[in-house]
């Protein structure tokens, strides 16, 4: 990884983290906050998906689907983003399913690297319960209002912290000759 | 030995598939931009900040028996955009795949393609919220995609026909 | 390719090239130990990580897809498996993103392939093996890239099969599926291939995924639309390739054994080495690259050519590897194994995987790099920090960087 990659991953865990401890302190304020934060990451999704098309898949054999997919998509991110009566149920329920289905496939898949005889399986399982209980936090305590916000919250200090240990690990590849 | 097309009627042979597919994907698309359209107005519709009363301009005194009889009229028109989408999208990929002949579906298409055009300047209404501008151009993007996929998948039809005739 | 070639093939190469059975038996085993070096065995026996030459399907189900991620795979799979065949390809009106992946698509005859023969030389049987296994690659494996790349690696769904039926070539149109487990039904032309993932980075996009095991058919002959190929169809003559493969591994084994003559300029004159160790270039300015040679100053150099075959090995056995090699069989292991010893009169034992671990295991600290296993991976390392290296010298990212650490050779 360069100096400026690691930069970018260091810089964006730490900002992850800032918004994470506001939302944490301050839940009544950020709940509109989670529903920018889903619109705008589909629209940088739907920005980037045209971008990929302009810069790579207009030379693909049939890559102008990209074209037609990023565009929706881009309408999809805006739509998200003037949606003002989103009940906080429908949040609460897309976090469980996106963090349940992801923790859940990595168990099984921690469960078949035990049973292949590697000893690099537990930080796998680590995740994989931290995302199957955060799911089930969302179930739990759905009728408390500001449940959304603080599983949001410790969702996006997880990832600002894997982002920040990723920042230090060591890439370059050494080779003897 | 490994062959890569080239040449003359090689050549040929590689712009009837560039034109095939651009059939199979602008089908592909129509169907596409179809479900939107309708995903879109729901969603709108529910979670959005206007009712179905306040897109349609209803007046708030008019019996709710109006109202029922206005929605299953919406529900009916909703539903046969969709099967005019699907029958352009699915007659345009079987036509790309070599399964169908016909190119009837190119009428539709090109009729499609009319209303769509047509609708675009209807977006610049003055009346419109001017807070909704950044949705208006996007919605305006897609309603010019899907005029371009209509215009290419067209286009690209004919070619595919003109290509056949002359590789004989 | 499968094992049938990367360790059957290899062991009746080598034996042609000159080598004993028990060399041959070790450069085969080699060359095979290439697509089962992965993390998963080298964890289990102790051995360092960086030395894997592959990924188990676990792994690449594991596999990030960040830039770290996909460095790591590049790394291994561009240097073992989808040697890139010219890294400073040129393609009017593209992105530099997009040539960055063009750049790695795999091909026979390529600069890192006379680079990689070259950098086996003087080194162990283990080292002539992995380079053997990575000369195959490039002829079963070309026109896809070792990077996950959905616009270089995807393939369109018509698939035909050309089929020879009495004399005559018929089409057959593929059906795909995608069941890992269910075996091929060549009968019927039901193959499995990979599903279809509209993410560029996706693992699901690395390699030949999308053709399935055809490139690793011997007897497949097929016609398909690369993502690359600007609406070109592609006609792939596997037995014709893996005929060449064959004659190539022999040429380069040959080479290696130091058999071949010292070469010369195409006008005549011999090329004294300058110690510079430089590329070669053709005489009275014809500019064709026709390899790179070794340093040992003031003597007559000797380089490894790209695109010269043992013809005379095809000349005797042509007609018996052209029997194995289309026979419409999954694996042709049986028929390979025969060949390898009605040539040297030995018995061809089967490859097992666990053949060397306890030698590994119960070595020394010292004593580990010794072993057969030691000296693949010195092999493994080697091989795969000179590719690194090359690709990052071309202006490409996608292997990340390597470090050079020079140490006195092994006495």
Not at chain 2, 131 to 153: A, G, H, P, R
Not at chain 3, 271 to 289: D, K, L, T
């Amino acid at each position: 990884m360069t100096r400026f990659q690691r930069g970018k991953l260091l810089v964006g865990g730490t900002i992850m983290l800032a918004v994470a401890g506001v939302m944490l302190f301050l839940p009544n304020v950020t709940y509109n906050l989670i529903m920018l934060f889903l619109g705008l990451g589909f629209l940088v999704s739907a920005v980037s998906m045209l971008w990929y098309y302009f810069t790579m898949a207009r030379y693909m054999v049939g890559g102008k689907m990209t074209l037609y997919k990023g565009i929706i998509f881009a309408d999809f991110a805006l739509l998200t983003l003037s949606l003002t009566d989103v009940p906080r149920l429908y949040i609460l329920l897309y976090l469980a399913v996106i963090h349940g289905f992801s923790g859940i496939i990595e168990i099984l898949r921690a469960r078949e690297a035990r049973l292949n005889g590697t000893k690099r399986f537990k930080l796998k399982l680590i995740h994989g319960i931290v995302n199957v209980v955060i799911a089930l936090s969302c179930i739990i305590f759905v009728k408390n209002t500001n449940t959304a916000v603080f599983i949001y919250g410790i969702g996006l200090v997880y990832s600002a912290l894997c982002k920040i240990t990723t920042a230090f690990r060591r890439t370059t590849f050494i080779y003897i000759q | 030995m490994d062959t890569i097309s080239k040449g003359n009627v090689e050549d040929l042979g590689c712009r009837y598939r560039k034109y095939q597919k651009n059939v199979e994907i602008g089908g592909k698309a129509i169907i596409i931009f179809g479900v939107w359209s309708i995903i879109k107005f729901i969603a709108s519709v529910l979670l959005g900040q206007q009712s179905l009363r306040d897109l349609l301009g209803i007046d708030p005194n008019y019996p709710e028996q109006f109202m029922f009889v206005l929605v299953v009229i919406m529900i009916v028109l909703l539903a046969l955009t969709m099967v005019w989408h699907a029958y352009i999208g699915v007659s345009a990929i079987k036509y790309a795949q070599g399964l169908k002949k016909s190119r009837f579906f190119l009428v539709w298409a090109a009729l499609m393609l009319v209303v769509t055009v047509c609708s675009i300047p209807g977006y610049f209404d003055p009346s419109n919220n001017p807070e909704s501008l950044d949705t208006v151009i996007v919605s305006v993007l897609v309603d010019l995609s899907m005029s371009f996929s209509l215009l290419d998948m067209i286009y690209s039809s004919f070619m595919m026909t003109r290509i056949k005739r002359q590789m004989g | 390719m499968q094992e049938d070639f990367h360790y059957y093939a290899t062991y009746c190469a080598a034996y042609l090239a000159g080598y004993s059975h028990e060399e041959s038996l070790e450069i085969a085993y080699s060359a095979q130990f290439v697509d089962l070096c992965s993390r998963t065995f080298l964890s289990k026996i102790g051995a360092p990580l960086n030395a894997a030459t592959t990924q188990l399907q676990l792994e690449m189900m594991d596999a990030r897809t960040d830039i770290i991620g996909l460095q790591d795979i590049t790394r291994i799979w561009a240097a073992f498996h989808f040697l890139p065949q010219d890294l400073y390809a040129q393609k009017p009106r593209r992105s530099k993103r997009y040539m960055q992946k063009y750049r790695l698509i795999c091909g026979p005859n390529g600069d890192l392939l006379a680079k990689t023969v070259e950098n086996a030389r003087g080194k162990s049987l283990q080292h002539v093996g992995i380079a053997m296994h990575v000369l195959a690659d490039t002829w079963a494996h070309r026109y896809f890239a070792g990077t996950p790349s959905l616009v270089i690696n995807n393939t369109e769904h018509d698939f035909v099969e050309l089929l020879d039926v009495d004399g005559e070539q018929v089409e057959r149109p593929v059906k795909f599926r995608h069941s890992p487990t269910a075996a091929d039904d060549l009968e019927n032309g039901i193959y499995t291939n990979s599903l279809f993932q509209g993410n560029e980075n996706s693992i699901m996009n690395l390699g030949h995924g999308r053709a399935g095991h055809f490139p690793d058919y011997s007897f497949a002959k097929y016609r398909y639309m690369p993502a690359w190929g600007d609406y070109q169809e592609i006609e792939k003559d596997n037995p014709a390739d893996y005929e060449k493969a064959f004659a190539q591994m022999v040429y380069a084994m040959k080479f290696l054994r130091g058999e071949l003559e010292p070469g010369a300029s195409s006008a005549g004159v011999e090329n004294i080495c300058s110690g510079r160790g430089a590329e070669v270039r053709g005489a009275a300015g014809e500019g064709e690259r026709i390899g790179s040679y070794s340093c040992i100053q003031g003597a007559r150099c000797v380089f490894f050519r790209t695109g010269k075959y043992d013809e005379e090995v095809l000349d005797k056995y042509g007609a018996r590897i052209r029997e194995i090699l289309t026979k419409r069989q999954l694996i042709a292991s049986d028929d390979w194994k025969r060949f390898g010893e009605e040539l040297s009169g030995h018995t061809v034992e089967d490859f097992d995987i666990e053949k060397y671990q306890e030698q590994y295991v119960n070595a020394t600290k010292d004593g580990k790099d010794k072993t057969f296993i030691g000296k693949f991976i010195r092999g493994a390392i080697s091989q795969k920090g000179m590719v690194t290296e090359e690709i990052h010298k071309s202006g490409n990212m996608h292997a990340g960087f390597s470090k050079l650490k020079r140490v006195r050779a092994l006495g």
